[in-house]
C-alpha cells in the first residue's frame, strides 16, 4: 500500500485548505485511512479517521466541528477538508492506513504517507 499526500500550504488563520491522500495497493477487504499530525517538538497526534468500506468517521476534540474527513471510492482518495484554521493547527499533516478498524494510535498503523506542512499565520 503506498500513500501520498498533499494539499499542504500557508493559510491565514481563519482559513481553510483541503489536503488530499490517494492511496495506492490498497489491501483486499477493510482497512482504515486516518491523518496523523505533528508539530515540532510535539509527538504525532491523532486527527480523523474514516473506514473505506462503511466510512464511518472519527475525529479528535480538538478539530470537532472544523475538519471533516471523506473519501472518493473512485479516485482511491481521502480527503481532510480543515475549515476555521487556527496557529495552533501548524503541523505535519501524515495520512496512514490499517488493515481492520481504525486506532488512534499511531503505532497501529502499518503504511505511511509523507507528510504535507500546514502553516497558519496569526
Known amino acids: 500500500v503506498q500513500l501520498q499526500a498533499s494539499g499542504g500550504g500557508l493559510v491565514q488563520a481563519g482559513g481553510s485548505l483541503r489536503l488530499s491522500c490517494e492511496v495506492s495497493?490498497?489491501?483486499?477487504?477493510?482497512?482504515?485511512i486516518s491523518w496523523f499530525r505533528q508539530a515540532p517538538g510535539k509527538e504525532r497526534e491523532f486527527v480523523a479517521a474514516?473506514?473505506?468500506?462503511?466510512?464511518?468517521?472519527d475525529y479528535a476534540d480538538s478539530v470537532m466541528g472544523r475538519f471533516t474527513i471523506s473519501r472518493d471510492v473512485a479516485k482511491n482518495t481521502v480527503y481532510l477538508q480543515m475549515n476555521k484554521l487556527s496557529p495552533e493547527d501548524t503541523a505535519a499533516y501524515y495520512c496512514a492506513a490499517k488493515r481492520g478498524d481504525y486506532y488512534t494510535d499511531s503505532y497501529r498503523y502499518d503504511y505511511w504517507g509523507q507528510g504535507t506542512q500546514v502553516t497558519v499565520s496569526s
Open positions: 495497493g490498497r489491501p483486499f477487504g477493510n482497512y482504515a
Open positions: 474514516i473506514g473505506w468500506s462503511a466510512g464511518t468517521t
